[in-house]
């Protein structure tokens, strides 16, 4: 972690690979791909003067690929009659708490627990005003906590004492994300008589 910049890496593959990020900030527009390709110079001098095991590895880069972060407000409607966004089309969140696809797979569960049997008791209409209902202050609440860690990563949180309040609380955001259960709660939705729409 630096001053606006962090670096991340991990072991994959037994050890046999490294994957890393470096984080650094840019008012450049980047393109909306995955796979636009770096410059591994540009990479090494923005992490220049970095703990040696960073500026080691990013000596042994050859190619790297650059992807823009955009951050996202949580959007006020997913759903509109019969059509329903989910996933990063929903809420697109910074990928500090490793969540987006962990949400995606969440709004699938609670999509396909709320649509079984339908039209039923409800229409297709009432179970997907119920899926956002469910899913949207949850997928909110996760984007907030991703920034969140982005501004700590970054040392970049304003308020020391409430940063540090946070990281002594961040076993019950993590007992949260990991201990949801997102199949029992969408059953729960599905038994309530109405929602809101
Ligand atoms: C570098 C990186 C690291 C990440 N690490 C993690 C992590 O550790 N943990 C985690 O949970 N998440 C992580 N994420 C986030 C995760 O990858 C996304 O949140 C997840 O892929 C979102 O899934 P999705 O299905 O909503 O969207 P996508 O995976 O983007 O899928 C959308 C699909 O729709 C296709 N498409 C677009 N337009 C059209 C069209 N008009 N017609 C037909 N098809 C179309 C696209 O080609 C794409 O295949 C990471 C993301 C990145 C970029």
Not at 65 to 81: A, I, S, T
């Amino acid at each position: 972690m630096g001053d606006g910049k962090h670096f991340m890496v991990f072991p994959l593959r037994r050890g046999e690979l490294l994957n890393y990020v470096g984080f650094v900030p840019t008012t450049n527009e980047t393109a909306e791909s995955w796979s636009a390709v770096g410059d591994r110079d540009e990479l090494a001098a923005s992490f220049s003067g970095w703990d040696t095991r960073v500026t080691r590895l990013l000596d042994e880069v050859q190619t790297c690929f650059w992807w823009g972060l955009y951050d996202r407000k949580p959007l006020d409607r997913w759903v509109n009659g019969h059509l329903a966004l989910l996933g990063d089309a929903a809420h697109p969140m910074l990928p500090h708490l490793g969540q987006g696809a962990n949400q995606a797979i969440e709004d699938g569960m609670a999509l396909a627990v709320l649509l079984e049997g339908c039209p039923g008791n409800f229409s297709v209409q009432e179970a997907l005003a119920r899926y956002e209902t469910l899913r949207r202050p949850r997928t909110a609440m996760v984007q907030a906590e991703a920034r969140k860690n982005g501004l700590r990563y970054d040392s970049k949180y304003a308020d020391l004492g409430e940063r540090d309040r946070e990281i002594a609380n961040s076993a019950l955001l993590r007992k949260d994300l990991y201990d949801y259960a997102v199949e029992q709660r969408a059953n729960e939705m599905r038994r309530q008589d109405s929602v809101a729409t």
